[in-house]
């Protein structure tokens, strides 16, 4: 596995989304109801942001506003990175570190295909070593 396709292919490419108009409270029901970290935030069918818990911890919690009456689009992340499907994995785990992102959407043209996590990148770069260790330790074996 090197590219974020191939890593869409094994993971699977559903990707959880919540309109930007949608209220903090909302979206962190179905976080909490899907148990992940992330929403891609959306404007009909177009990615506009992400909302993510970190947004949620400073931007309501720590300024004092409530999460029934907080619009997702005034807290979100709106300048969100992407990644492609034919970018390797390295590049993508280089970007989050870089840019100090823990999901990134993929897209494909102006399409939203997926999404990848911090965690997806470590353990295929795991399976990745994994797989070459193993091959090392059959070669000097034989």
Same mark, same amino acid.
Do not use: C, P
């Given at each position: 596995m090197h590219t974020i396709g191939q890593l869409l292919q094994n @993971? %699977?490419?559903?990707v959880e989304t919540i309109d930007a108009d949608a209220t903090v409270f909302n979206a962190l029901a179905i976080m909490a109801d899907k148990e992940i970290g992330s929403l891609v935030v959306l404007q009909g069918e177009k990615p506009v942001?992400?909302?993510?818990?970190?947004?949620?911890?400073?931007?309501?919690?720590? @300024? %004092?506003?409530?999460?029934?009456?907080?619009k997702v689009e005034e807290i979100m992340t709106a300048r969100v990175v992407v990644v492609h499907l034919d970018q390797s994995i390295e590049e993508c785990m280089a970007i989050m570190t870089d840019k100090r992102v823990r999901h990134l959407p993929v897209m494909q043209g102006d399409r939203l295909v997926g999404i990848i996590s911090i965690g997806d990148l470590v353990k295929a770069i795991i399976e990745k070593q994994q797989f070459v260790i193993?091959?090392?330790?059959?070669?000097?074996?034989s």
């Open positions: @993971k %699977g490419s559903h942001g992400l909302f993510t818990e970190r947004d949620y911890a400073r931007n309501v919690i720590l @300024k %004092g506003r409530t999460s029934k009456q907080t193993e091959q090392l330790v059959s070669y000097i074996n």
